[in-house]
């Protein structure tokens, strides 16, 4: 069973309304390599583990429980720099009749239609997300090298996403991700590193320049590229796998970690133009 | 942030394998009405909630904590009525070489060509679980119209999917979800009845007689329907609104309370004619 | 604007219940080459049309009035096909717990979990209707191209639907669709001939052997092949087009007709067992 | 069986060329909460009634029937909005080859690409319209709960739409169809007031101020959102629900009443440079 | 079996990057009546065919062929306008951080996100390439008459591509598969002609004017539009249908010919900023 | 440009027809890890190929080139067990009348609707090919390790899917793919081994027992597993990758091999009851 305490997992660093960047951000919510397809497939794959070497099981858990503080921290950043973009709308108090040609022209439309300047589970085309992509074949080493590939793939996507707005509501998050998908992106590796491999020098990929993107300075200097954090309120195998060299390049060595300390949930104020929450009238 | 004690949130009866009934279970899971539906609605709906009212938002999250644990019981279910399903398989010691039948007439193929008979996110037809079913509108009333409607329709198809087959593992985890979709039923009924609605004798939907389905009777005795698990491991508001009298016909007053005691995870067996986990002969 | 008389464009020939049948049934209703297909591209194709050869929109549209008959016609067939298919569930009087394999094994289980037993808007692989399959691009020409490789497709594909059950509901349906389809392909190979084209001896498409199909005879003989029916309270110069010798092989004139004399909509009993309707006790 | 008069049921206002209000007015079209689902949802809902209580059966064919009228009025309000925003291009007779950049770059591309400048079966993100949308479970209360969501989100999404343009053409026909919808909210929430809910003061959803909708507020004046307009040819039970007081908070009695005059079908001019219709050189 | 030299089909023009045009391109690539889809299409007819009449069968081969070499024109005609489009990314060793605005705003954002600014599977509106676009059903006359609507599509949707931008890159290769559509068009409207078809003066569709084209007008002056190339190392029967008068209103024999001399594929450097191919810095 | 011999790449192993094994082989065709995917992806990735390390794009070629042939073959396949699968239909001459069961209870009725009885691009469970399976993200080491786990999952599924008939001619071909998937995860861990990768013990993924199936014995034994075959008709650089010790536990040396000796392409009997061709008759 599952347990919260409302804390975000990383700050939200704040900066102007950019719903184009809101757009582009989608792909790491609701794309193929998003994280809602993580946290959905080492869900399954953990459900569905067979035999005894249960740290894998572990190891695997111990990834899906951090993948879902991460769904929601996208979807909060979303929320931010979709937040305050389409003021000047007949329904509020304002009244300037202006349209919102953001909403047309740049944006995802459907963040002003379905969602009330909120976040929705498709990626940066607009496609809903889908369970086809859950990749859960229960061949621990097939299971493990799709970890890999879909975590590399994870940085990959987020450094070019990352170049799409200077935003800093939007660039914060991708920065800590990307360390974060480093460190999984570790645990994957290392796993097939207990079965045999020896991966030289393949990882990180991509071979990015952590100069180029002073975000993730931050964490990697706390270390967060080698570090697990362990949600569980018992006992956990993840420490037979998640320990000893790192299998990258970058080197230092694995550790299991408590989780950061939580962030505040900011707070979304309430939207009159969008009926959103709709409740202010309703005691007339 | 998310927490886990790896219990499942019920039993798991057992009984013989049965493929077929694994199949249809599949719409529980990954239908447009299933637990991922409403675990991701829900996880949408409170993380882009709107305003001040927060005992809204944690009625939300309420009960999206414990869909991820229905997700956890589904897939085991399907897990458990497929293991064992195709023995008599080439790969298998057994090596007699009789193609397996079952899986490929009467069962979703797909459970033994990906998954290693275990479980997918697919409905009962095989369609893969698609993001453009989670409502989350941001106007308040809507989305928790919307809520009614999905757990209404979630007890009416888990009623229809329960006299697919007689299979005990089958039917004791439909009667635990039929009973517990009940209390969400009761709980987005309720916000309503806050805003202002008195729903008459409408509740419960579809109107099912409790005593043709014996294994919901146990929770409805235990105080199932009129209950909400907490799973918050901080403060939470949502005893503002699931309290007083039921909405329902049924009558009782709602509650909140501890989560139930946990059951095991059932081990599931290493299948080598699966190629799962596949590490058996690594030492070769 | 649609008006509306409750008759059936044909008559629901009684037989016994067929899930096997009603399932393959579904690529007729909601195929890519069904009748949902051919209503919904003669409607955006007749408002979507250009210019002042209005003779080819009301073609069009007196085209895709008949067709919202015929969706209504198979969705009554195919509810038909499942009315008493599985009676003996916990829900229902008899109480014989006895599980409904049919549903299981050889039918469409969404029949039986979404539908309370009735028609969707799938094919015969449980696919839903998709509306990248309307083919509206603006060019008469290669409108009316697609608009007879549909019609042909239409019939090519009742033929092979009508040999998977031998139940007269399911045969009788599909023997007057297969008639219509041929009047419907006269007409856009009519219009393509009244641009120039000389068809030879091309049609019909499928080159079928009415002798083979009994229940298309008998439309045969009333000229339901070279008949089209005139839904319009208004003018329509359909007659423009729709006249003169046939294009087809089989000869004859073409000419507008009255629609047929109207059939009664059968009444589907309510079936406790699925919850439907669900109103009997509501008075509790 | 259908029939069909060539008259609009609301007014085209005339405007400026809009493509991107083209591109979003596709919601309404073809998206999961517009005309093109409540059309075919009630078509499915009728089709597969169940039992004798058949007012509610000839309430939800009744406002199918006025659905096929939306579905033609927004088809043709978006071929308005597209109708001459291309007309510098190579193929015209104006050939001074500068390209479309509106279609590439603010547009959806598809509206000059398939269709010759026209509306096609997709919503405001280019997907194409899903059969998985409609809602037919049979439970009459499950539906109608269901009808109220679509109803509501139907009027919410179009108040957001409404902000994203100020063309004449495009609000006339937003404004028409909030009303509508809010007739349509009623009538199924009355249809649930019949079956005992007391609904409050919770209706209309979102809880929409008519005075920011200039739009509006006519069709109000006329009284159009507590009248269901009557397309049936014969006798129809619909009255026995469609009756008496309002359930909605604005108060005023509901009333069955004649369809509206008709407005004409603008024609739309041939478009040399679409190829549409393309008959222009066929004596060559 | 399938043998390779590599030369492409036609000359990429090279001109200045355009992201936008890339964007409207992927139509001409992954849509429905694109250069995918034909080359899949004629694959499956092909192997599926039926019965002895095998010139038919190697008319259909003898179409896929090209059409291989056909989506790799325009794979890399996209990569050519994509190529330089974002060059000021902070990956880059230029580090001016600005964001990359174009790939956001008028680009499908997954050309840079996904693709390392390379061509996608997908449309102009970045729906993914479908299998059920295959049309194959196996009756030699619904067949040809399906792809002569295909490839009438095919040239209808790029002239109307052709008017969205001025780029050569893009003419050019627009302009080189007007033409070879319409030698396919004449290729299966040939094969109609000889099961009995007069076509009059309805080909080519649309009725284009060949002199608004001007990139087409080399092509056709060469013949290509009344040619067939032959990719056959062993024999053919393709010459008894693709011969004698085209049946066309532009006249001309048909002829098949030797396929034309190929053009070099055009390297694309390394793009650093998009990680790709991301081994510079793998001897570190 | 691509050229053709027409002979297929294995030999075609008579037995009965079966169209349940059809059904499900349709998995190795047109599903996820199946060979469409592999040529689509192969073709995207070395058309986008970056940069001046060309032996990675000459491997990768040469891959695509052998899984064209591949396709045609599980096409083929596919056919040969629907031949003969539904004889006693209506419209065949044996006039018997019974419907054919297996298509509707054991089959994919789209096998008998659509096709005349043979190939379809979808997968087992019936679902369409889908182009957002191609994984091409230009990043070459996140594109080969890709590659490595669709291969390794094309020999999982593959060795699942073999247990589901023992029909000769389905073995035959999964026998002879599961040998030449082996050769291609070679190839792309090979490519990975040059980038500094040591694979231990890791491959063949998954860790099959060769005797158990005997099919694919005689291919291990001619070397199958160690070889490319090359389809270039010009130079190639593969030879720099696939060459020296192979990667996998199995040993031996990989070389670069001219193409096996072709088998004939059966010839598919006329169907009249499919109206395929459908030519039999025109000249009445």
Redesign the interface.
Known sequence: ?????????NIIEPDQPDP??A??LQ?TL???FGE?RTM?QY??QS???????KQ?RDLL?GVF?EE??H??LV??TI?QLLNGA?ES???SSG?D?????E????A???H???????????D?????????W?????????DM??N??LE??GV??K????????NKTFRETLGFLIVRDNAHQNAFAKA?EV????????FP?????IN??PECRKYVDMGYHNMQFN????NTRIGEIFQGQSPS?NGGDLTVAQ?PM?FPVP?????P??????????S?
Chains 1, 2, 3, 4, 5, 6 share one sequence.
């Open positions: 069973m599952y347990y919260y305490k409302e804390e975000l997992i184009a960047a757009k582009v792909e609701g794309g193929q809602m959905m869900f399954f459900s569905n583990f067979r035999g005894k070497e894998f858990r429980l879902i503080a769904v929601e979807q909060t929320n389409g709308m007949p329904g009244m009749n202006a349209p919102i040609d909403a047309v022209k740049h995802n439309p459907h002003f239609i379905m969602g009330a300047q909120s976040a929705l589970p498709v940066a085309g607009g496609n809903p997300w889908n369970g086809s859950v990749y859960s074949h229960g061949n621990l080493i097939s090298l799709n890999v590939v590399s793939t990959l996507q450094t070019r996403i990352y170049e799409m707005s200077s097939l079965l045999g491999v020896n991966w030289g020098k393949l990929v991509p071979n990015y320049d180029k993107y949600f569980r309120l018992d390049r989780p939580g707070q979304l104020p309430e939207m133009n969008e009926h959103s929450p709709g409740l202010v009238d309703m007339r």
